[in-house]
């Protein structure tokens, strides 16, 4: 009977260690990702909204022209400013526009937030289901034993 | 199985098991993916590094450009390129330079080569790792066949060859053509071998008072290259006679350390314009008077070591046994006080030992 009962527990502890513990790390990889897109989005937002407030028409910038070799970019015109949507298009925006989008691009970052946590939540509850199953098996061979 | 002949048998199998080369086997290869992947990633870079210098070198030929400026990562700003000579380049650690169109070229150009230098490095360690990966493969292989390894001693000479012929062929277990392998090696072997003992024999009567304690570093018998059967065999007799020296003289044991720097000056002294393998031989340090009959001997053995080393087929005496075994790790056999009256002697009764004393020399050499 014990043996069975250690194969079990054997069996067990193999589940959680080849599927669920990778699950959840690639579950959490994948929320890392959209953190940092949000983030990239938050950024966007507030240099706009900076560029808004200070009436910023034209801009001087370093380029990064590859291997951190930089040159001197100028840009004119500020206004009109393009913008990834996704798919490999990119949008031209007024500020305005882009501010909105952004708003709406940061909305659904949130949302598929909110589902990779409840996924990583019930991958960790599988978890300790499968922990809490190993030690009653346990704690009843160790019983058996007395 | 002849009589007096002495032998081992042992399967290959049991020197590396199976599953262990196996598993060198797969580490290696690991390993060389990994280095793999480097040498990829390395590669981008030098790819990379060209791509820029092309553009480097294009860019100054407008005053300006019309692109598109990044702004963040997802946000761009279309604008120009201006100052097109004027690049500002990081160095590391938060230094920037601003260079013209030419130095930043030529700063990647150095920097390209620094690449390449991994580049290369990178590549002999694939190299080195691939082969010692088809050696674990092969070694796997043949231990699985079950290849046994054969191990004689050599008794005689002349009739040992005829012996050997018998044994090769009836002890050689494994594969086929191995046994043929065995035979012929086992020839060979069996012939060297007895040439040692006689040599062996003549310095042995000449040195018996006068051996020091040996620094004996006999390697581990290696078993998987047949060419170092011949170095094994010799070291497997010179040990033997290793113990026999050491028993009979342990009286300067310290010396030795202190005969090695002795040594190491002497060899200077003596030039013999060949390079030597010293470091080895400790000569006697409180014996100034033996120093002269000693240098003659040392000279001697020197260069009597060095020549097999470079194997060439003259070699002078060789009253000293040489008991290295492995090149560089030499084995010292000294002679200290009884050296300075025997040294005539031994110098003659060397002499005609003369063309034996190479293969003393030469597993004195490895």
């Known amino acids: ?146 | 199985m002849e009589n007096g002949v002495k032998g081992t048998v042992t399967p290959l199998a049991s020197v590396f098991p199976v599953e262990g080369a196996q598993k060198a086997a797969k580490r290696v290869q690991e390993t060389l993916a990994n280095r793999q992947k480097e040498l990829d990633y390395v590669h981008n870079f030098v790819v990379d590094n060209t791509n820029l210098v092309n553009l480097v070198q294009r860019l100054p030929d407008e005053l300006s450009h019309d692109v598109m400026v990044p702004f963040g990562t997802v946000a761009f700003f279309p604008g120009r390129l201006i100052h097109t000579n004027e690049f500002l380049v990081l160095l590391g650690e938060g230094y920037y330079v601003e260079r013209t169109s030419r130095q930043t070229i030529e700063i990647l150009q150095r920097r390209g080569k620094v690449l390449q230098e991994q580049v290369d490095s990178l590549k002999a360690t694939i190299e080195d790792l691939k082969i010692e990966a088809s050696f674990f493969d092969t070694t796997a292989i043949e231990a699985a066949e079950g290849l046994v390894e054969i191990r004689e001693d050599c008794v005689e000479e002349s009739p040992l060859e005829e012996r050997a012929n018998q044994s090769g062929v009836s002890k050689s277990v494994g594969s086929f053509e191995d046994n043929t392998k065995d035979a012929t090696e086992d020839e060979e072997y069996a012939r060297m071998m007895a040439r040692l003992d006689e040599l062996e024999k003549v310095e042995l009567a000449a040195e018996s008072n006068d051996e020091d304690g040996d620094e004996d570093f006999c390697s581990s018998i290696s078993p998987h290259a047949f060419d170092h059967h011949l170095s094994d065999l010799m070291d497997s007799v010179q040990q033997t006679e290793d113990k026999r020296a050491i028993n009979t003289t342990t009286e300067y044991p310290l010396q030795n350390i202190g005969l090695k720097q002795d040594f190491v000056k002497q060899s200077a002294i003596e030039d013999l314009g060949v390079p030597l393998m010293p470091k080895e031989k400790p000569i006697s340090v409180e014996k100034p008077l033996l120093s002269p009959g000693l240098r003659k001997k040392v000279d001697l053995s020197t260069a009597s070591r060095t020549e097999v080393a470079e194997d060439k087929s003259t070699s002078y005496r060789s009253e000293t046994g040489s008991n290295s075994s492995k090149a560089f790790t030499g084995s010292i056999v000294e002679h200290t006080h009884g050296l300075q009256t025997k040294s005539v002697g031994q110098t003659t009764t060397s002499q005609p030992s003369k063309p034996v004393s190479r293969f003393k020399m030469q597993k004195g050499g490895r």
């Open chain 1, 1 to 146: 009977m014990d043996e069975i009962r250690e194969n079990k527990v054997q069996r067990f502890e193999e589940f959680i260690d080849c599927r669920l513990k990778p699950d959840l790390v690639r579950a959490i990889a994948e929320r890392d990702k959209v953190f940092e897109q949000q983030k990239i989005f938050l950024d966007l937002k507030r240099n706009i909204e900076n560029l808004e407030k200070n009436d910023v028409t034209s801009l001087r910038t370093l380029v990064n022209l590859g291997s951190e070799v930089y040159m001197q970019a100028d840009v004119p015109d500020t206004q009109h400013i393009f913008v990834d949507i996704g798919l490999g298009f990119h949008v031209e925006f007024t500020w305005s526009e882009a501010l909105e989008f952004i708003s709406k691009k940061e909305e659904r970052l949130d949302r598929q937030i909110e589902e990779y946590t409840q996924l990583i939540a019930s991958i960790k509850a599988q978890i300790k289901l499968v922990y809490e199953g190993i030690r009653e098996l346990l704690e009843l061979s160790a019983d058996r034993s007395y």
